[in-house]
């Protein structure tokens, strides 16, 4: 037997029957509906949307001007959620804005992870480590970080040697402070290399004749045109000590 759902109605705190849909790959889904009627429902809308508080307006206040669309979109919505009240749209707080005389338009700018990545012609993955050792994103989704110019400004000034092998004319893109990009392009001109342990040399072993062929690391038998193997493969073998393509390989040190 079907359970029946009741919620009472926002209006007038009737009681009733909160329709269902029946889907054959998810199952019973419940309306989110919130009136008994049309007439509570047109009721309950003119009532939610009514007057613009006080804690609304300094809501509004503080976020023009300093946060993007999205996240004034998200702090409204909570605030509704928290109120009991339905939320408000992109329309009408421009309305409000434009009522108060405040501007959305973002005054400080900020980065999104490819476009930072882009301006410093550097890699995404580069640019996103960043970001867990010291560069401060101001605003994150499931998809993207936001990060302001100031965040990047300080970011260089605490860690120069993170931008080496940047070129100059890519850094005066993303950061402001022409004196610290002229320092940063004077003082790494070349790339440094960070590795947490230095390079391994590794034994290729071939099955059939028992050749054994030492390389200086990983990617020195990769760069090997004979071989064919990609370093996922290589680290496969190493970790896993199994044969790719009749080559075994092991860590000489």
């Not at 090997?224 to 896993?240: A, F, G, Q, T």
Request: glycine content about 4%.
């Amino acid at each position: 037997m079907t359970k029946k759902w009741t919620r009472a109605c926002k209006t007038c705190s009737k009681r009733f029957e909160a329709p269902t849909i029946f889907n054959g790959t998810h199952g019973q889904i419940i309306s989110p509906r919130q009136t008994c009627s049309a007439t509570c429902a047109a009721k309950f809308t003119r009532s939610s949307s009514k007057r613009w508080t006080a804690e609304e307006d300094a809501l509004l206040m503080d976020l023009a001007g300093s946060a993007p669309k999205f996240k004034i979109l998200k702090t409204f919505n909570r605030h509704a959620l928290k109120n009991g009240q339905i939320p408000r749209g992109w329309v009408a707080i421009r309305k409000r804005a434009h009522i108060l005389k405040v501007s959305l338009k973002i005054e400080i700018d900020y980065f999104v992870i490819p476009e930072l990545a882009r301006r410093l012609g550097i890699g995404k993955a580069r640019a996103t480590y960043w970001t867990k050792i010291g560069l401060k994103f101001c605003f994150k989704t499931k998809t993207r970080k936001y990060i302001s110019k100031e965040a990047l400004v300080e970011f260089a000034r605490k860690r120069p040697d993170r931008f080496s092998g940047i070129k100059y004319g890519n850094l005066i893109l993303a950061i402001d402070d022409l004196e610290l990009c002229r320092f940063i392009a004077a003082k790494y001109p070349k790339r440094l290399d960070f590795s947490l342990r230095p390079a391994r040399r590794v034994v290729c072993i071939e099955s059939k004749s028992n050749t054994r062929r030492v390389y200086d690391s990983i990617s020195a038998a990769k760069r090997d045109s004979n071989l064919y193997l990609s370093r996922r493969s290589i680290e496969r073998c190493l970790k896993l000590k199994i044969e790719a393509c009749g080559y075994r390989f092991e860590y000489l040190d």
